[in-house]
Each structure stands twice: as C-alpha cells, then as structure tokens.
C-alpha cells in the first residue's frame, strides 16, 4: 500500500511539474511573440547593418544593440513628446505605449550581450590635439564618460564606436529647431552651438573610432 501511494504521488508531482514546465515555456513564448511584434517596425533599420536613411540627410541608422536601457526608452519618449522631429521616428514613437517602449528599450539593452568580440575594453585612441581642445570645450567626457563608453547616467547614451555620419547628424540636429528636423534638448543644444559643423564632423570621426558596445545585431529574418 504505502509502495502504491509514493508511486501515485510521484506521479502527481511528476504531472503537476510538467504542466509548471509546459506553462512556463508557453509564457516564455508568448513574450517572446510579444516582443517580436514590436520590434517588427524597428528591425527594418535598425537590424540591418549600416543602413542609411536619406533624410534630412544621408547618413547611417544608428547602432542601438548594447545601447543603455534607460537611454532608449529617453530617445523614444523624445520622439513621441516631438523633443526629437524626425518624422519616421515620431511616427513609430508615438504608436506606442510605455509598456511598449520599456519593453523595447530593455530588448535592445540586452541584444548586444551575447555578441562575442565586444571592443569596450580596447583601449582608447589618443584624440588629434584639436579634436581634444574641443572635447574639453563641450565637457562632453563630464556626461558621456571614460572613453565616451561609460556615461555618467544610464539616461545618457554610449556613444563610442557610434557611426561618424550618424553622430555628425545628431549633434547638428541640436542647432536646430525645424518643423521636420531637429532636437530640443536644452544641454545637447548648448554643446552643439558652440561648434561649426566641420568641428562636429571632426568629434565625431574621433568618437566612432573607439571601441565600445554598440553594435547591429542582424536579425535572420524579419518577422
């Protein structure tokens, strides 16, 4: 009797975990669903490596794979305040929700994790001498941090290793206040007046030339 008892509970233990298991790996892919449909309208260029957009200029869709979390979901709540004008992005920023763009910004954060050859540790070049005169001109290592790797609030982005043309775009983006272009961001804006836009490019050739996180992670198909 008490042989036929612990066989019929370990059965019962056996099923109640097999359904725990089958029930877990349902949720895991449902939210993996989940999240895939709303990167559906992000991989288009941002899965892709070096793709360009053409407005308002031609330069390439940044890296955002390894980007910080918090910096993500800024840059989208940004686009959908209009603090940032570009118009595709506004679009898709505005379809979504808060859920949504925490849920965005955390896959992304963590996309770039399993990347192998990671260059954050590669050490840094030496900036050109004027280049480095209008770094400590900007402060921009007081905010964006050693080697522009570790910002100094994850609301920062990591900007080392960034595309030059697409960090040209943006720091120019901060002269400006169009209807279909340009950013608002008050400390952003202050930095990027100080400079023509030769001395943008020249800080942004130097900045992409370092290593860091940020990568494309290629998606095998889009969804």
């Known amino acids: ?10 059965l019962l233990v056996a099923s109640v975990s097999g359904a725990a298991l089958a029930q ?6 449902s939210a993996s669903a989940d999240i895939g449909g709303k990167v559906a309208m992000c991989i288009g260029c941002h899965g892709i ?11 390439k869709v940044p890296m955002i794979s390894g980007q910080n979390e918090k910096y993500i979901a800024s840059a989208l709540n940004a686009y959908k305040k209009g603090e940032r004008k570009h118009p595709s992005m506004r679009g898709i920023a505005q379809s979504l929700s808060d859920q949504d763009i925490a849920e965005i910004a955390a896959y992304y954060a963590a996309s770039g994790k399993d990347v192998a050859n990671s260059k954050a540790n590669d050490k840094v070049p030496d900036a050109p001498a004027k280049v480095a005169e209008l770094i400590q001109k900007g402060a921009c290592l007081s905010c964006h941090g050693e080697g522009f790797r570790k910002p100094i609030d994850p609301s920062y982005p990591k900007v080392a290793g960034q595309y030059p ?24 804006a202050g930095v990027a007046k100080q400079f023509s836009n030769t001395e943008i490019k020249q800080i942004a050739e130097y900045i992409s030339s370092i290593g860091g996180d940020l990568k494309t992670v290629r998606e095998p198909r889009f969804r």
């Open 165 to 188: 043309d697409y960090l040209t775009a943006a720091l120019k983006a901060y002269k400006v206040d169009h209807e279909y272009f340009g950013r608002t961001n008050a400390i952003m």
């Open 24 to 29: 877990d790996k349902s949720k895991a892919a």
């Open 49 to 59: 490596p070096r793709y360009q957009t053409n407005f308002p200029e031609v330069y």
């Open 1 to 10: 009797m008490n042989k036929l008892v612990t066989v019929m509970i370990a």
